[in-house]
C-alpha cells in the first residue's frame, strides 16, 4: 500500500543528545514536510522540500536540521540546540502545485 | 491574532446529529481549503480539499467556503462515535510553496 511510515512511534532524548526522525514515502510525491504539534496549537512548519537536494526552513527551524537524498526520504535531526523539543512530529508529502498534504502517523518525542 | 481561528472544544453530540465544524480567517489571500480528521496519536487524514467558494459534498460530509466573510465549515450528517476524533482545518495562497495554515482543531465527541 502507498504511504508515509515515520519511525519510531516513540523516542526518547538525553539532554545534550541529537536524534534523528525517519519519514520514508512510496507515494512518489516530490514535496516533503515537517510540522510540529503542541496541545493547543496549530501544525507548525519546520522545513519543507519541494525536490530533492533543496530544503527550506519553515515556520520554527531553529534547533533542527533536515536533508534530503532522496525522494522518498526526508529524516528530521531534532538538536541539541532545540531547548523544547517534547512535542508530537508529523510528516507529510504532496504532489508540486497546488495539491493537497498527506500525513504519517507521527513520531512522538519526550525528553528523559 | 492568529490567521486561522478554530473553537477547541471539546464539542460533544448525540449519535445520529448533525454536526457543524467551523473557522475563520483573516487573510484574504487563502485560497485552498481543507479539512482533516485526526484520532488520538494518528496523524491526520485529509477529508475534504476544497478551492472556491461555495459547497463541496463527499458521503456525510460537507465542507463550505464562504470566501466574503472569510468563514469555512465542515458538516456531517448522521454523526457516529466512529467521528470522534480532532478536525483540523488547514488553508493556504495560490502557489507559496504549498505551506499550509492550521487551525488548532475541535475536538468532536459522538456519544451513543
Known amino acids: 500500500d502507498g504511504g508515509i511510515t515515520q519511525s519510531p512511534k516513540y523516542l526518547f532524548r538525553k539532554e545534550g543528545q541529537n536524534v534523528t526522525l525517519s519519514c520514508e514515502q512510496n507515494?512518489?510525491?516530490?514535496?516533503m514536510y515537517w510540522y510540529r504539534q503542541d496541545p493547543g496549537q496549530g501544525l507548525r512548519l519546520i522545513y519543507y522540500?519541494?525536490?530533492?537536494?533543496?530544503?527550506q526552513k519553515g515556520d520554527i527551524a531553529e534547533g533542527y536540521s533536515v536533508s534530503r537524498e532522496k525522494k522518498e526520504s526526508f529524516p528530521l535531526t531534532v538538536t541539541s540546540a532545540q531547548k523544547n523539543p517534547t512535542a508530537f512530529y508529523l510528516c507529510?508529502?504532496?504532489?508540486?502545485?497546488?495539491?493537497?498534504?498527506?500525513f504519517g502517523d507521527g513520531t512522538r518525542l519526550s525528553i528523559l | 491574532q492568529k490567521e486561522v481561528e478554530q473553537d477547541p472544544g471539546p464539542l460533544s453530540v448525540p449519535e445520529g446529529a448533525i454536526v457543524s465544524l467551523n473557522c475563520t480567517y483573516s487573510n484574504s489571500a487563502f485560497q485552498y481549503f481543507m479539512w482533516y480528521r485526526q484520532y488520538s496519536r494518528k496523524g491526520p487524514e485529509l477529508l475534504m480539499y476544497t478551492y472556491s467558494s461555495g459547497n463541496k459534498e463527499d458521503g456525510r460530509f460537507t465542507a463550505q467556503v464562504d470566501k466574503s466573510s472569510k468563514y469555512i465549515s465542515l458538516f456531517i450528517r448522521d454523526s457516529q462515535p466512529s467521528d470522534s476524533a480532532t478536525y483540523l482545518c488547514a488553508m493556504k495562497i495560490a502557489g507559496g510553496g504549498n505551506k499550509l495554515t492550521f487551525g488548532t482543531g475541535t475536538q468532536l465527541k459522538v456519544e451513543l
Open positions: 507529510a508529502s504532496s504532489r508540486q502545485g497546488n495539491q493537497p498534504q498527506h
Open positions: 522540500s519541494q525536490i530533492v537536494n533543496d530544503f
Open positions: 507515494l512518489n510525491h516530490d514535496a
